[in-house]
């Protein structure tokens, strides 16, 4: 598989996507807990184990409440990063770009 060039522009779509990306994550948190706040045993009386199956299904619940937090936590510092890694390669083309202004007037000048 080919390597990609990183431009300006392409990491600036990465961030957009990645902000989007927290952003369906993080709405999905409250329907988890809204979900495993509803459960009890009388509401899986049709189950030959309503308190086990309850039990169960929270705990998965309560775990997938943490894996979102754990993924949204790791997004928003990847979204940290690739801002920083981005202003970074913004700063270097600046001075790359300044630092050869500067030696084609030197050599104009010569």
Not at 52 to 66: K, N
Not at 92 to 108: F, G, P, Y
Request: proline share 3%; net charge negative.
């Amino acid at each position: 598989m080919g390597q990609t060039e990183i431009t300006p522009e392409v990491l600036t779509h990465r961030l957009g996507q990645l902000e989007t990306l927290v952003d369906e994550v993080s709405k999905l948190r409250p329907d988890v807990v809204e979900i495993r706040d509803r459960q009890d045993a009388q509401t899986w009386s049709a189950v030959q184990s309503p308190t086990t199956y309850s039990g169960q299904l929270r705990q998965t619940l309560t775990t997938m409440e943490t894996s979102l937090d754990t993924y949204v936590a790791t997004m928003v510092t990847m979204h940290e990063e690739l801002a920083a890694y981005a202003k970074d390669m913004k700063d270097l083309d600046e001075n790359v770009t300044a630092r050869l202004q500067a030696i084609k007037t030197a050599l104009d000048a010569a």
